[in-house]
């Protein structure tokens, strides 16, 4: 699995990367401390550097070697990418042109990737595009303690925490003759849904192996998941009264020692119906 990250320091482009749980509210204050704090008309200075440490890495709460959750790829014009341009109402003007670099040495030294920034103005937008691919599945927080913006006046500034869900390839085979499928995807729950989002699927397994399910749930379009409240076989429910109005998503996963691994994506659901309260003024 290949995931691409994106960093950027400047005050209009965050400084984390995609499929994010971390939101923008959360980035707000950063970007205020940047403004507020350094900037004036240069975002840093000068020798404005960035250092981002894989060295150890969380996987759904726990540290782990960084060399065991990513590996990094590189790949002419994709996999480092440098630039940094102005677009304003003046037109669009590069500071830096777009070119490649090759930190496979700089990865393999210590599991650090490490960017001379230099200064970058207000309005200015400096950006890093790299691959890195997972090794293993589960929730990344991609960045490790040690991943920073430092200023020349030697301020340092933290990336926030970013994180990534990573699965695995659901479509392996030639583990033998066992099967093993998820189908029938369907909500059990009254609707308009008020207090409890249940849900049912059909599970086949035709082998020998030790069975696993796993049961999560996402409101925010997938970018994050997380697991269910309660499974019972081949069903779960889910306690959304205090939870936000919304979309849910909603997938199954499978596996066996001798079988393929099985997922299962349920369609969206609208969620909890919202309501409303009056006064009725007599």
């Known amino acids: 699995m290949t995931r691409d990250r994106r ?3 400047s005050p209009n ?24 704090g350094v900037l004036k008309t240069e975002a840093g200075g000068v020798n404005t550097t960035m250092s981002l440490d894989f060295s150890t890495v969380q996987v759904n709460g726990e540290d782990r070697e960084g060399s065991g959750v990513f590996s990094y790829v590189y ?13 304003n109402e003046t037109g669009h003007y590069t500071i ?3 070119r490649t670099v090759n930190q496979t ?14 200064t970058v103005h207000l309005g200015q937008t400096w950006e890093a595009t790299f691959r890195l691919r997972a090794l293993t599945d589960g929730n990344i927080n991609v960045f490790g303690p040690g ?7 030697a301020a340092k500034l933290p990336l926030p925490d970013t994180l990534v869900t990573a699965v695995p390839d659901l479509s392996n085979t030639g583990f033998g003759s066992a099967t093993l ?8 729950c009254t609707e308009p849904v008020r207090e409890i989002l249940s849900a049912a699927w059909d599970l086949t397994y035709t082998g020998a192996g030790t069975l696993t399910e796993s049961v999560e749930y996402s409101n925010d379009g997938g970018l994050s998941w997380v697991r269910f ?3 019972t076989g081949e069903a779960a429910s889910l306690d959304v009264r205090a939870f936000p109005p919304g979309e849910y998503l909603i997938r199954v996963r499978a596996s066996a020692d001798d079988v393929p691994d099985a997922g299962l994506l349920f369609p969206p659901h609208p969620g909890r119906e919202q309501h409303t309260t009056y006064i009725r003024i007599m």
């Not at 040495?105 to 230099?118: M, P, T, Y």
């Open 7 to 9: 960093s950027g320091a």
């Open 105 to 118: 040495d700089d990865w393999s030294d210590d599991r650090n990737l490490e960017f001379a920034i230099g």
């Open 75 to 87: 790949e002419d014009g994709v996999s480092t990418v440098i630039e940094s341009v102005v677009v």
């Open 96 to 98: 830096m042109p777009r």
């Open 181 to 188: 499928t998820l189908t029938n995807p369907r909500y059990t």
């Open 13 to 36: 482009r965050p400084a984390g990367g995609i499929l994010p749980r971390t939101g923008s509210g959360c980035l707000g204050p950063i970007y205020t401390d940047i403004a507020g």
């Open 147 to 153: 991943s920073t913006i430092t200023f020349n006046d």
């Open 229 to 231: 409240g309660t499974v």
